[in-house]
């Protein structure tokens, strides 16, 4: 009986904050990321991708950031614990760099020197090494992203993949930057996605960390809370 409870309080938490209109207006979406607006509309996030990393150096220390187009997002909330709605597969783009081998064969010319027999020349082969850069899509699972929070300059926003001194380096996401956050299925598939706290105005990246918590050039859907 006691586990029969314990199951139930479980499933009743997991769907904790999902209201039935909100349930029954995500049913016939499609895969994606998206938002609930103000008037309670659902409206899907178009991704965004990293437009490559710089360094920030300084005396005895450095930091390395990813870096998004923009100063803000054109999607700016007032709700300070908004709440997402994703729906697999979720694209997230990862580059795949493919080695192909060509060979080439130069073989003989006959010698048609006057006078002289045609001789047969020495067959030479030459190996020749091509590489193809190849850019694949592949869909992410939902339970994998986070919520972080972006730095911002005049023309664009960074995250912070790595830094510190020549005695203490790290890489990885600064936990500083790391939203914590509840995942919840949703009946009929797909799950919501809201911060646990609410979040203090300023620029945010829903994505998906590569190897060792580093962004890679993939996919990310940006937001910004107003103040």
């Known amino acids: 009986m006691k586990l029969l409870v314990a199951i139930g309080l479980i499933a009743i ?8 209109d909100d349930i029954r207006a995500v049913e016939s979406l499609g895969p994606g990321v998206y938002y609930r607006s103000a ?12 437009r490559g990393f710089e360094s920030r150096p300084a005396f005895m220390s450095a930091k390395a950031v990813a870096v998004y187009s923009g100063a ?24 795949t760099v493919v080695t192909q081998s060509v060979s080439s064969t130069t073989t003989r010319a006959a010698d048609s020197r006057k006078g ?27 339970h994998n992203l986070v919520i972080v ?13 790595a830094g510190g001194s020549v005695f203490n380096f790290r890489s990885g996401i ?19 996605l809201r911060p646990k706290i609410e979040l203090k105005p300023g620029e945010y990246l829903i ?15 940006d937001f910004g ?3």
């Open 13 to 20: 938490s997991g769907f904790a904050g999902q209201s039935t």
């Open 39 to 50: 008037d309670g509309l659902w409206t899907k996030m178009e991704p965004i991708s990293s």
């Open 72 to 95: 803000a997002s054109a999607i700016q909330m007032v709700d300070r614990r908004p709440t997402f709605y994703l729906k697999e597969p979720i694209l997230t783009m990862l580059t």
């Open 116 to 142: 002289l027999a045609s001789a047969p020349s020495p067959t030479v082969t030459l190996g020749e090494t091509s590489s193809t850069y190849s850019i694949a899509t592949q869909p992410g699972a939902a």
């Open 149 to 161: 929070r972006l730095g911002k300059r005049k023309k664009q926003r960074e995250l912070t993949y």
């Open 174 to 192: 600064d936990p500083c930057d790391l939203v914590e956050t509840a995942l919840s299925p949703v009946e009929g598939g797909g799950y919501f």
């Open 207 to 221: 994505l998906m960390p590569g190897p060792m918590g580093i962004p890679v050039y993939g996919h990310g859907f």
């Open 225 to 227: 809370v107003s103040k």
